[in-house]
Each structure stands twice: as C-alpha cells, then as structure tokens.
C-alpha cells in the first residue's frame, strides 16, 4: 500500500515537472520570435536624414521629428511591409494626438515639424546650447518638448497630457 501511495507521488511529481519543462520550452520560444521581431524592426527602423540643414529653436517649443520623404520610400523597402504600415499608422495618430493637445492645453508653446532637417539646435535663455542630430533617433517619429530653462526632453506621446505637464510646469 506505501508503495502505491509513493508511486502516486512519484506519479504526479513527474506530470508537474513535465508541464513545467514544456511551459517553460513555450515560453522561451516565444521569447525568441519576439526578439527577433524587436531587432530587426530596430535594426533596419531609422534611414539616415537626406538632408542636413538645422533649425534653430530659441523659444518655448514643440518639435516633431518624422521622416522625409525618401527615408520614407528606404524603410518602406527594406522593413516588413506590415511593420512598416503599422509603424506609419502609430507615428501618424501619435502625432496628431499630440498636436491637439498642445493646440488646446499649451497654446503659447510654438509646433516645429522637422522633417526637413538633420539637426536642432536648442538655444536657452542662459545663451547656452544643445544640438540633436536626428540621425541618432531610433524611433521613427518622436517629440522633443523646450522651454528654454531645461534641457530638451524626448515625450512619450502616448502620455501626451502628462509628459506636457511634467516638463512646462515642473
């Protein structure tokens, strides 16, 4: 009878060990096409600027980085046309969302679109300055809040409201 009862435990400690082995073989394999997916959607996102001018910023402003043009056509052929479309389509709301939010909440604050340029250069009211080259950017698309005192922040416009109100009024 012991034996038995010790057979069923064996038993079922097995069957656990099992399912967990399997699980955690699942699990790693997913982990692995999402990788893979996340690097090559890193590695081949960003095209270099076809231009290279800089806009100069010297007042309270909101700038909008996306690419020109043929960076556009580049990422368009050499991204994964559903991941690219995707991508696209999230920078576009992303962005108009923002946009309506600065428009209705932060009037004073100046919009800058920067597709048409390399660089930005951000100059204080202490006269100093902060250059970004957008080459450096591995989104596609982004915003860069300044308000003249502090240094540039790069906005999570998906958290548009709080990331406005955390930088111009803190």
Known sequence: ???????????????????????????????????????????????PSSYSDTIKIRFAAAVFYYPDSMQLEKMRASMDSMIFKSTDHECYYLMKNAKTSLKVNWPKVRIFDASKARYLLFIK???????IDLNTKKDMCGLLLFNQVKDPLEADMANIDTALDFYFLK
Do not use: P, W
Request: contains cysteine; glycine residues 0%; hydrophobic residues 45%.
């Open 1 to 47: 009878m012991k034996q038995f009862i010790l057979n069923k435990k064996i038993s079922a400690y097995l069957i656990i060990f099992l399912l967990v082995f399997l699980f955690s073989c699942v699990d790693r394999e997913v982990k692995k096409k999402f990788d893979t997916k996340t690097k090559q959607v890193t590695a081949t996102n960003k095209v």
């Open 125 to 131: 009211e202490d006269k100093s300055q902060i250059c």
